[in-house]
């Protein structure tokens, strides 16, 4: 059985380079199955600017605002989340904007959260990635 993968690339997202390097595809799909992979998404606009800084709730939106833009690109939609893994530099003031969260995840995917020290930079507060299935 061959495997077909697909990066998905949109053109909403920025493509993040480091030293000339594309680090990761935003979306990626396989067949057989019609499994969807999110990389971490972080609260950056198509320009690829910080949004929210110091604002966990605009960050909150903008990732799921992402998350939206990656699962389209692949067929999907928010429905579709199966898993979401979060990272939040402040568990307690994440766990304030539940509501936000709920406006992009109220299919309820499996989820995993974590407090870490630090993201990949420090004006970042959350990092989301996911698994979709598309039916």
């Known amino acids: 059985m ?14 993040r380079m480091v030293g000339g390097h594309l680090l990761y595809a935003p979306v990626v799909t396989v067949v057989p199955g019609r499994l969807v992979f999110l990389s971490g998404l ?45 990272f ?16 992009y995840f109220g299919a309820l995917p499996t989820s995993t959260t974590v407090e870490v020290r630090r993201l990949t930079h420090p004006d970042f507060l959350v990092e989301v990635e996911a698994m979709a299935v598309i039916a």
Not at 43 to 62: P, T, W
Not at 88 to 103: G, K, N, P, Q, Y
């Open 2 to 15: 061959t495997i077909q993968r697909n990066n998905i690339f949109p053109a909403e997202l920025p493509r």
């Open 42 to 86: 972080l609260a950056r606009n198509a320009g690829g600017d910080i949004v929210g800084k110091g604002d966990m709730r605009a960050q909150i939106r903008q990732v799921g605002e992402n998350m939206k833009v990656a699962l389209t690109a692949a067929g999907a939609g928010l429905t579709d989340l199966v898993r979401t893994q979060t």
């Open 88 to 103: 939040t530099t402040d568990i307690d003031e994440f766990l304030r904007h539940v509501d936000v969260r709920m406006d």
